[in-house]
């Protein structure tokens, strides 16, 4: 929607293409066809904010690769973007699974690249369409659960809304090293709503309370004043 606007004042005006038609993507911020069709975590990331995220990546990624580790270049960056929106609890909570979510993204693609037949049955027939449809999925809904910290902020919050998991029972490790979990919700019912109900149900019976209230102090002061005048 801002892009629209931006282009209409002229503000995203960035130069002409080879083909000498004009470029308005001098705002753009969201990579929209990246977006729709992302089935990893790493196109989500790669698909939004990407002004801010190749900010962070010239200015403190890159600026850190003297310490020849990569793993230390991207917690520092992840923990600059953190400070950068709070202190919250949750927003440290979100950039810690981002670095787990993409380690596990990358160190499972090289697994399977390794596989090169694998690969080529995956991509090829009704197959590919079937792979799309599970990382979608894999995406939409394991998305939520990285992005609950950061909607909801404070520790006792994401308690509360049961983002917070328990494994299962069975755990399945995988040749990668990670094991394979599915998010079983730790309280089934929200305490936020039941202190809603609760509170809900205290104003209704507010009234009855503070005309009894009233009623007990109006029979006090005519008895100090009976006691008194006597």
Known sequence: MA????ALIGL?????????????????N?????????????HMIASFN????????????????FLNNRYISQVSALVFLAVWHGLH???YACFFMEFVVMNFERDLSNYVKQYPRLVAILNAGPLKYIKFVVLKLYVIVFMGYCLGPFVLLKLHSIKDEGIIFTPPKGILPNHGGYSIQLPFPKRTCSKRLLYAQQQQQQQQRSPTRDARLRCEAVTSRTLVSQVSDG
Request: charged content about 15%; overall charge positive.
């Open 12 to 28: 995203s005006y960035s130069g002409k293409d080879a083909n000498g038609n004009c470029l308005w993507n001098g705002c753009a």
């Open 30 to 42: 969201v990579k929209i066809g990246l977006y729709e069709g992302a089935t990893t975590f790493g």
């Open 3 to 6: 892009s629209v606007p931006s």
């Open 89 to 91: 609890s949750g927003y």
């Open 50 to 65: 990407t002004n801010t995220n190749a900010w962070v990546a010239q200015y403190v990624y890159k600026r850190l690769r």
